[in-house]
């Protein structure tokens, strides 16, 4: 594959690319050493960087740069690549979704890697997860897969109407928009018996493509951390709303507009659980 302007690219072999770039980071990150995080804070209290991002997206970018190098890379460290001759498809990145959970050896974090075509529809998603074993993907019309221990399974999202159902979010690192979080929590969960904050957003919504969560919603995420899963969740059969950013090849979006945007995801039936 070149990445070439000519023709429509095969979403499998797009997935096939992404799932050889997600591989590349999850495996920069499965040696992690506590003597080797260079741990460094990016601003807001709680938002971190360690060299394994680093190193892990590198990986991610020589992967795909490799096999398309005129298709556009964005990434979460390493900001966007636009090759001279742009193919008009472009790669979003976050070498490590969870990354406070790795340092502290939580295990739920992941490499996520999504594609998406000229016209902008998300064509191809990874979330590989070294530390539980678990690889997510989905490519678009083809439906949504988990691979562990050499076992594929379909994913076909929650159960719908059971009993005892589950939601996960996520909070804010700055102070008065977790404020705010945390103040409307209790008129979310109207309907689920409870809640779960794991950490990554991205393996948020695998586990709802998976059925393991009823319903995700969180405020204020970036492109590259839902991308992947919200895709696998989509062809899971799942309700999916994404945020409606400014893309961030124009340079987008504003911490206000980030901020004010959710990512959700679950049944239909629950879909006005969620403010608009």
Avoid at 55 to 84: F, K, L, Q
Avoid at 127 to 143: D, N, S
Avoid at 258 to 267: E, V
Wanted: hydrophobic content about 40%.
């Amino acid at each position: 594959m070149t990445g070439g302007p000519a023709g429509v690219e095969d979403p499998a072999a797009l997935l096939a690319l992404a799932r050889e770039a997600a591989a590349a980071g999850a495996a920069v990150l499965a040696g992690r050493s506590s003597t080797g995080l260079e741990v460094n804070n990016k601003g807001d209290s709680g938002d971190w960087v360690t060299a394994f991002d680093l190193a892990a997206e590198a990986a991610v970018r020589e992967v795909i740069t490799r096999a398309r190098p005129n298709d556009a890379i964005t990434g979460e460290e390493g900001g966007t690549v636009r090759p001279e001759h742009p193919s008009g498809y472009r790669w979003s990145v976050d070498p490590l979704d969870g990354t406070t959970n790795f340092i502290r050896d939580i295990v739920y974090y992941a490499t996520s890697v999504a594609v998406a075509g000229p016209d902008g529809a998300w064509l191809a998603g990874v979330v590989h997860a070294p530390a539980l074993g678990r690889v997510y993907y989905a490519a678009r019309g083809q439906g949504a897969w988990r691979e562990d221990n050499g076992r594929r399974t379909a994913l076909d999202g929650p159960v719908p109407g059971r009993t005892g159902q589950i939601l996960a979010t996520g909070f804010s690192y700055d102070p008065g928009v977790r404020a705010e979080q945390a103040a409307a929590l209790g008129g979310l969960m109207d309907g689920f018996a409870d809640v779960r904050r794991l950490g990554s957003a991205a393996l948020d919504l695998c586990l709802v493509a998976e059925g393991t969560h009823d319903a995700y919603g969180e405020r204020g995420l970036n492109e590259h951390d839902f991308a992947a899963g919200a895709l696998i969740a989509e062809e899971a059969g799942c309700w999916v709303r994404r945020p409606r950013l400014t893309s961030v090849l124009d340079g987008g979006p504003s911490d206000d507009e980030r901020l004010a945007a959710w990512t959700c995801a679950g049944p239909l039936e629950l879909s006005g659980t969620f403010p608009l």
